[in-house]
């Protein structure tokens, strides 16, 4: 019984990671089927959003859009989850993400889906946030098996002639026929909405649900700031809920830096990292609005919830990690083993000693037990006086 207890306290031990307590949380392939394969299987504990876990509230989105792209790459399923729930490790403090030679790849594969969903753009600016792993000091895998080849290279627009201006003056000729056109088609579906006057940015940001990212002079990506799709889900929820119109989630992304006229510069991934746990009673982080990453046409795509059932990949970081669990594994499995023949050696010293103690006390000269004399076995003690005589006279006893 005691093996057993030691057993099953070992395979307990085993199979509770106890270094990401607090910090990361698996992920959950009932809520989230698309990223059940993924090349991970950990991501942030994410707070939950109003009654809502994190993981059930981006489930829409992720599962459309890895769905979405999955016959044009077989990277989706690893950008997309990337996207809405990063990779979690207890060797890092921020997400591991997929190298820049990984986005890209997805980008250049999709490259006619995305922009026919608007994401495009979107994409190309994730994909300028990751680092390369040709930088020894990179962060980052590659899905196992994964295979780089050339890319076409990326572009985006000017934001300062092409998606300010179609979104604050309302020129539109700027813009390539077929983004205008979608836009057009977009703005048009909201008009119901748009005539309750119910928030004057709700036409601002419904364009740069189409504009952007886009990159400034300097160098910086621009995207729609969060505070914007708050402002206009708050005063326009239930004007859109009435009409029946569909429109992109706020999802929590990281703290925005407002460069104005509501675009906020694209510094980091696009999902708010939650602080570490010991620092989370200290510096609490309240969720920000999301980034747009669809149109409302978007959300009414084929959603297919069949998970992706290839092999999970491996990388650089997985690897260390399944090394040192491993070698931590093993010094469990031998601690409890040592721990087992200590106890056993000591259950048997302690036998031991009682039997010598009992077979020392039936030898002593007040009480002897089983002796035989001329055939006849008797007992020496208190209680057999009347055998005293005859021992004397046979002088010898046995014992």
Known sequence: MFLSFLVLNGVLFLTTDFTFAGKCRQINSSVLAACANVDYSYTANFSDIGQTSY???????????????????????????????????????????????????????CDKALKDSGLYKRYVAYCRLLSSDEDITANCFKPDGFVSRTTKETTLPNCETVSQPACLEDNLSGLENTTRTRLQSWLKSLEPVLNTSCSVN????????????????????????QSLCEEVRLNCGKDLKMHNISFPQCIPNY???????????????????PPPPAKMKQNPVTPRTPQVMSKAGDNQGQQNNTPDKSDPGGNKQTKSKTLSSGVLAAAVVGFLIILFLVILLLHLAIKKLRKNTKAHKRGSAK????????????????????????????????Y
């Open 55 to 109: 993981q059930e509230y981006v489930s829409s989105e992720v599962t459309l859009f890895a769905n979405r792209f999955s016959s044009c790459s077989p990277l989706s399923k690893t950008i997309v989850c990337s996207r809405y729930v990063p990779k979690c490790s207890e060797r890092f403090e921020q997400p591991v993400l997929p190298c820049r030679e990984v986005c890209e790849q997805f980008v250049n594969d």
């Open 202 to 225: 709700l036409k601002k940001f419904a364009c740069f649900v189409e504009t952007v990212p886009c990159i400034t002079n300097v160098g910086s990506t621009l995207d729609s700031c």
């Open 255 to 273: 703290p925005e830096v407002d460069v104005g006229n509501g675009l906020c510069s694209l510094t980091h991934w696009p999902v708010s990292w």
């Open 367 to 398: 009480y002897v037990n089983d002796s035989n004399i001329d055939g006849k076995a008797v007992t020496i003690g208190s209680r057999n006086k009347g055998y005293e005589d005859e021992i004397g006279q046979s002088e010898s006893a046995l």
